[in-house]
């Protein structure tokens, strides 16, 4: 045997025959070749990114521990922002598996809340570019920043231009809530009020043999309209033009009364458009025209009675954010604890798939899993150091079974003697709403877009693709209705029947469980329902919502209902919990390979983040869906 020279990979039966296989092709060589080199390229390249991310990990300890936490007597805060402001930590993805480390809203509103009581913080810093935020992000920002500037400190804002390059109008009433307003020379306020696209791909899809089958409950619940119709329906016009003039009504009373402008003039402002720095300056929308080597200067003057002086320290919100957490430990082990339990994207049941078709789950538009939530809602009933909960809920709707899943989750909560708020952010509605209804109390901004109560479901059909490339699908089936999923074709009338008796359930379960959990009846739940959105000051009309707030208002709620004076007497828990840098890594790497399919390219052409959200949803929930298309 001795000389036989055995691979190891050789089965366990031997032959002395010698068979020589056919030499593979050029074209089959090539792919191996290449083949191997890619995944060696992605073996050495995960293996870096983990390495990078463990030596970031035990250097941010390091000096996390060793870092001196202490705050000047002559310190500064400073908000900068630069994109948009994530409700909840992101994690990295392949092309930039670092992202994320900004602040979050809460933390950012935290840091301001905290630093209003602290008397080594002289005044606030904005400083915009390129920011990119919401309405309802700018109003709860504005409010705690109003709560600081009461404590008697000043504020200041700054941009190069406040909507360069596109409107800034949320940008611009941010700014207004400073007592100084200041732009760099050149620059512009672009204050164009409010432009909602949308697309329609109907006939696009004709085009190329789809069509889009869908059946909605009831006609504002417009969804899928980007794929059904050329055009928007009256609903949905009606609806997205109450909307618009009710946002648009509070940006212009709000700016106005900070700017001490007539809310008619501001209004001509917005008409116009555009500001070039010395028309800006003219009309009183900035204070100042100048640079960031003077705005420092003042600021040091203010400070310090000095515009050179070295002993003014800027702090930037999200250190200023961990210098207080890292102060407040000890302290928390005598408070109540409560939790926070962010609920932000589209609700789906499980995040263990992680495309669509080639559309990355997350990716364009991020989901959130109800098994997860749920799961972390029941840990938290059987806690007996977690007092109650507060949702923290940023969702346009998802499948209706995965929101049942975490409504379940929070009766739970609720049946072992535990309040549940909510506070909503952009927006709360569909799924979103269905969650939020038995809260024991419910907060919205007044821009937040919630409501939604309808459903919708389908499917898109590709027959006539398949033609067009020539390409004939067989099939095998038993049961009348067996092909009701298929892609290759059309509902058939029974199966119309089916989805319908489906839609019809989904929609009096929503009613239903809106009247019990608002203590409506049925008939005042219906006439707010119909799939149409509202904001939070029509909410608030209706029954939808008990008070408009923000997260610091719904966390003083949560403090009155457990018998204590405000939040400061609160112990917070925020779920679920972050993932550490070599976590997100790790889940990085089994997502290196992103293909790309055909609706990812679609979705890449129409560059519309809602239309991958919806896809997602509808594919997770079996083509059933209460969505709300609204962009948050």
């Known amino acids: ?80 922002i630069e994109g948009n402001i994530p409700e909840v930590r992101r994690s990295g993805y392949f092309p930039d598996p670092f992202a994320g480390r900004e602040a979050t809203l809460d933390q950012i509103i935290t840091a301001i809340d905290k630093a209003t009581l602290d008397e080594n913080i002289k005044g606030i810093v904005l400083s915009l570019k390129g920011a990119s935020i919401t309405i309802a992000q700018a109003q709860e920002l504005r409010d705690a920043v109003k709560k600081f500037k009461d404590s008697g400190k000043f504020s ?58 869908f059946i909605q409950r009831k006609e504002y619940k417009s969804a899928m309209e980007s794929f059904t ?24 009373a709000d700016i106005s009364a900070d700017r001490n402008i007539a809310p008619e003039q501001f209004s001509e402002y917005i008409n116009q458009g555009i500001f070039v720095d010395k028309e800006a300056l003219s009309q009183g929308l900035v204070d100042r025209v100048g640079y960031s080597d003077m705005v420092v200067g003042e600021i040091r003057e203010i400070v310090d009675s000095n515009p050179e002086s070295k002993n003014v320290d800027f702090i930037p919100v999200e250190e200023y954010y961990k210098y207080i957490i890292s102060k407040s430990t000890k302290e928390f082990e005598q408070k109540e604890e409560i939790a926070v339990v962010h609920i932000n994207g589209a609700i789906v049941q499980s995040d263990k798939r992680k495309s669509y078709m080639g559309a990355p789950l997350g990716i364009g538009g991020s989901v959130v899993a109800a098994d997860n939530i749920a799961d972390i809602l029941y840990d938290i009933a059987d806690d007996k150091d977690i007092k109650a909960v507060l949702l923290r809920i940023n969702s346009p709707g998802g499948s209706p079974a995965a929101s049942e899943t975490i409504r379940r989750a929070i009766l739970r909560v609720k049946e072992k003697g535990k309040k549940v708020v909510v506070s909503m952010g952009g927006a709360a509605a569909s799924g979103g709403y269905w969650i939020s209804a038995d809260a024991d109390y419910i907060f919205a901004q007044n821009s937040t877009l919630t409501g939604s109560i309808g459903v919708i479901g389908g499917k898109f059909d590709l027959a006539g693709l398949w033609d067009k490339l020539s390409i004939n699908w067989e099939s095998i089936n038993k049961g009348e209705n067996s092909t009701i999923w298929s892609i290759n074709q059309g509902f058939s009338e029974g199966e119309l029947k089916v989805m319908s ?91 290196q390979v992103m293909a790309t399919g055909f609706f990812s390219s679609i979705f890449s052409a129409v560059n519309n983040s809602s239309v991958i959200e919806t896809m997602n949803v509808l594919d997770d929930s079996n083509g059933v869906m209460i969505y709300s298309n609204f962009e948050r």
């Open 1 to 80: 045997m001795g000389k036989y020279n055995f691979h190891k990979s050789r089965t366990l039966i031997y032959s002395k025959r010698k068979i020589l296989p056919k030499k593979p092709s050029l074209l089959r060589r090539s792919g191996y070749v290449i083949g191997k080199a890619f995944k060696r390229m992605f073996m050495v390249l995960g293996g870096l990114i983990f390495l990078s991310a463990l030596i970031s990990t035990i250097s941010t300890s390091f000096m996390m521990k060793n870092m001196d936490m202490s705050v000047s007597d002559k310190s500064v805060l400073l908000l900068k």
């Open 229 to 252: 119709r050329s055009g928007m329906s009256e609903y949905n016009k009606e609806s997205m033009e109450a909307v618009i003039d009710d946002l648009f009504s509070q940006i212009v």
């Open 501 to 591: 008796r489906m839609m019809d359930n989904v929609y009096e379960n929503f009613v239903n469980l809106v009247s019990s959990g608002r203590n409506m009846s049925i008939e005042e739940v219906e006439k707010i329902a119909k799939g149409r959105v509202w904001t939070g000051n029509d909410g608030l009309e209706n029954g939808l919502v008990d008070e408009i707030g923000g997260y610091l208002d719904a966390l003083d709620k949560v403090a009155e209902i457990i018998g204590k004076t405000d939040r400061g007497d609160l112990s917070i828990v925020i779920l679920p919990r972050p993932k550490n840098p070599v976590e997100e890594i790790l889940d990085i790497i089994g997502m």
């Open 156 to 213: 200041v804002s700054y941009a190069v231009s406040y909507g360069e390059g596109g409107s800034a109008l949320a940008n611009y009433y941010l700014a207004s809530a400073f007592d100084t307003i200041w732009m760099q020379p050149i620059g512009i306020v672009s204050i164009a009020g409010f432009n909602a696209e949308m697309p329609f791909l109907k006939d696009f899809f004709e085009k190329i043999g789809v069509r889009g089958h």
